[in-house]
């Protein structure tokens, strides 16, 4: 399974980015998606997530702000962030849970820069 994301880059505090992430390969379900970021000195952390179902998980400082989303037919994960912050500065890196049909695994896809000026 190959993860290909795409949309990062530099805006200004206030302004917004989308975030994609295709998922190909040998897939034939993919259970929950998400997006996690690592900032300079810092862990990894959950950003967001979605289940299949549409459920979605926020972490507390994008409450409001960002929007999980994603297209099954298309196996591919969206992440709109609105009013970014300096804060938010970080490499972006979706990760999604697959079902191959012969076992289950969790990809990595290979992080896309995010940088607020402020």
């Known amino acids: 399974v190959q993860l290909q994301a795409s949309g990062g880059g530099s805006v200004q505090a206030g302004g917004s980015l989308r975030l994609s992430c295709a998922a190909s390969?040998?897939?034939?379900?993919?259970?929950?998606m998400g997006w996690y970021r690592q900032a300079p000195g810092k862990q990894r952390e959950l950003v967001a997530d979605?289940?299949?179902?549409?459920?979605?998980n926020y972490e507390d400082s994008v409450k409001g702000r960002f929007t999980i989303s994603r297209d099954n037919a298309k196996n591919t994960v969206y992440l709109l962030m609105n009013s970014l912050k300096s804060e938010d500065t970080a490499v972006y890196y979706c990760?999604?849970?697959?079902?191959?049909?012969?076992?289950?695994?969790?990809?990595w896809g290979q992080g896309t820069l995010v940088t607020v000026s402020s």
């Open positions: 990760n999604v849970d697959v079902w191959s049909g012969i076992f289950r695994q969790g990809y």
């Open positions: 390969g040998r897939i034939v379900v993919i259970n929950t």
């Open positions: 979605i289940t299949r179902g549409g459920s979605t």
